[in-house]
């Protein structure tokens, strides 16, 4: 039997191979093949000298264009430089924090990184949501001098759960943090367990911390493939808040929040009652069932596994999390129950940089060892980083706002908009749980182009009885009619049908002067709608085009 990880801050062992997340990919399914990394690693073209001049050229012309597409400069740069991405990300003193899995990546993400530069770190990140490879070479085109230099510390990435293998064939990260595992893009990833196989890739090829989620069986199970060299951390939730946040496994459960101000109530409630049964202010003894009747993998329930960071209680935008056996209380910015969730794993690996950077264990590269002034700025920048407490990292915390197109708002005619990505059941089922309808107007716009995935049954597996009573102003998208015809089985009235995205929208939110609009919609029709948003009113440059 192996041995299980069960501390926080677990120190390498040896038996590292779990059969549940190495099974080969499933026959017909289709999967992304993989170039070689020794030539985008080793080779260096004559022309090298000359990648960041064409792509800051080419990112130009796209974007004068109104072109979007935020990745097709990262395209050509691929092309015509194999090595540009590891070649450009060696340059960091804290390396690359690789952030993966099914919900929350973007919006973690930016969490991270904005925690770390609040902190005092320069931090490089792909803003924009692309997340395939391309994506972070098309960033990294628009952060890096002619020279090819990038004037940051570290980078935090987040990478498509298929493209990450890409990834980390040519940069090994020193920091991977692992989500969960949903069914998405089943025409793309197949079921879950193929997923939890891309993912464990990356556990094997991170150098330092492996941070992941103790409540997702799928996802603690990747200790025991992470290196021998590395340690891992968990994030986790309270006993009491677990019911809310439901794993894919736990789908025929129909998520209940009215509203994270109703919701707050509610799980305050369960807390109390949680308390009082084992008369510890914790509640840690229940465990969570699998579907094969084990508590866990392994035998591992979630309290086997001590979080680094737990959320342990949750209010309107407010959090309080447990870290070193304390609970701190923080206001948030961020909208959506979920993300609090995902706030626990972005502290949980900001704690693990910064116990590096307090160890003395990383930070020198090429450049500090000539003593250039960037890399003795960089040296002072980690000094006064090392200093940080938990009161800072809360402070930092507090500031984060929410990710564009996740929870975003925007001001058009006299009406809040919210933009809410939505690309998967239990993704979209937490939304309309942590989004309530009442007072506010409704629109769905689903796509089903390749980013948002072809397959469009996940809809069936959504629960949009909540819309019965406000009902739906506006559905759009490629698939408008599909989505109709869906509500319509939930008894939700639908106002009006019309696949014109563009149109749709205006007349939308031209509808109802003052009324607050909800929008949820799929990766491509967010863009859509936000890129037609941006001819009405003022909308943040997120580097995606208009």
């Given amino acids: ?57 080419v990112r130009k012309a796209a974007r004068l264009a109104h072109s979007g597409g935020s990745a097709f400069p990262g395209k050509i740069a691929e092309t015509i430089d194999p090595g540009f991405l590891a070649r450009t990300l060696g340059q960091l003193p804290l390396g690359v924090v690789l952030v993966s899995g099914t919900n929350g990546k973007t919006t973690t993400t930016r969490m991270v990184a904005s925690v770390l530069e609040n902190l005092g770190l320069k931090a490089f990140t792909n803003p924009t949501g692309s997340n395939f490879t391309r994506g972070v070479v098309s960033a990294l085109l628009d952060r890096v001098t002619l020279g090819g230099r990038l004037d940051a510390d570290i980078a935090v990435l987040e990478l498509d759960e298929a493209y990450a293998v890409h990834f980390v064939r040519q940069v090994k990260p020193r920091y991977c943090l692992l989500l969960n595992v949903m069914r998405d893009q089943l025409d793309r990833f197949g079921e879950i367990d193929n997923t939890a196989r891309l993912l464990s890739s990356v556990a094997e090829a991170t150098t330092g911390t492996v941070v992941l989620n103790r409540e ?51 799980m305050e409630s369960a807390q109390a009652s949680a308390a009082a049964s084992d008369g510890s202010g ?23 596994l001590s979080a680094d960071v737990a959320l342990m209680a949750v209010g309107d935008h407010q959090a309080t999390f447990r870290i070193d056996g304390a ?43 000539t003593g250039s002034p960037d890399s003795d700025a960089s040296a002072a920048r980690m000094t006064l980083v090392a200093q940080s407490d938990t009161d800072a990292l809360m402070a930092a915390l507090s500031t984060v706002t929410p990710a564009f197109g996740r929870g975003e708002s925007i001001d058009v005619n006299g009406s809040t908009v919210e933009l809410l990505l939505v690309k998967n059941p239990m993704g979209f089922r937490l939304s309309l749980a942590s989004f309530p309808p009442e007072e506010h107007d409704t629109m769905i716009c689903i796509n089903d182009e390749y980013a948002d995935g072809r397959d469009m049954s996940w809809l069936w597996d959504v629960d949009f009885t909540s819309l019965r009573g406000t009902g739906v102003a506006m559905v759009s998208g490629v698939r408008a009619w599909d989505m109709a015809l869906r509500l319509e089985y939930d008894q939700v009235p639908v106002a009006e049908v019309d696949t014109e995205l563009d149109k749709a929208v205006e007349r939308f939110v031209t509808a109802d002067p003052g009324t607050p609009k909800h929008i949820y919609c799929t990766y491509t029709a967010m863009l859509a709608v936000r890129a037609r948003l941006g001819r009405m009113t003022e909308v943040a440059d997120a580097g995606v085009g208009r």
């Fill in 282 to 304: 914790v509640a840690g003894k229940a465990g969570r069932s699998c579907p094969d009747g084990d508590s866990d993998t392994d035998g591992r329930t979630p309290e086997a």
């Fill in 216 to 266: 997702d069986p799928r996802i603690a199970a990747l200790a025991d493939v992470a290196p021998a060299t590395a340690s891992v951390r968990y994030f986790g939730l309270d006993a009491s808040l677990r019911s809310f946040f439901p794993s894919d496994d736990d789908m025929a459960t129909t998520v209940s929040l009215p509203g994270l101000g109703a919701a707050a109530e509610h």
């Fill in 1 to 57: 039997m192996m041995a299980s990880r069960n501390t926080t801050v677990q120190e390498p062992a040896d038996a590292r191979r779990s059969s549940a997340v190495q099974q080969p990919a499933a026959e017909n399914q289709t999967t992304v093949t993989e170039p070689s990394p020794v030539d985008a690693k080793t080779r260096r073209p004559w022309h090298a000298f000359a990648t960041p001049l064409i792509g800051k050229a």
């Fill in 327 to 369: 609970d701190l209380t923080t206001p948030v910015r961020l909208e959506g129950v979920y993300n609090l969730y995902n706030a626990a794993a972005a502290l949980a690996v900001v704690r693990a940089v910064l116990a590096d950077i307090r160890r003395g264990t990383i930070g020198t590269t090429r450049a500090e060892s």
